[in-house]
């Protein structure tokens, strides 16, 4: 999972709003202005079927402060990424 939902930074991260354009999901700003200090991310890719699925997290990054359930206050009712 992505530690960036649990980030002080998410809403604003350049990172983040990447992550977003990969998973085609709707941003949560359209102009960050963070940029993340040596962002890890790892890239899970799976053949299912005929299918070739792409996951992308951020599970690592020098900037990372936490916020615990800071994604969820800002798009409430909406299921959290994985």
């Known amino acids: 999972m992505c530690i960036c939902i649990n980030c002080h930074y998410v809403d604003r991260c350049t990172t983040y709003h990447a ?27 799976r053949v299912v079927g005929d299918e070739i699925e792409k996951e992308y997290d951020v599970v690592g990054c020098l ?3 936490q916020d ?15």
């Open 19 to 45: 992550v977003e354009e990969l998973h085609q999901q709707r941003h949560l700003t359209e102009s960050p202005d963070f940029e993340a200090t040596e962002p890890e991310i790892n890239a899970n890719i």
């Open 63 to 65: 900037s990372f402060k």
């Open 68 to 82: 615990i359930g800071r994604w969820v206050r800002l798009r409430p009712g909406e299921l959290v990424p994985t």
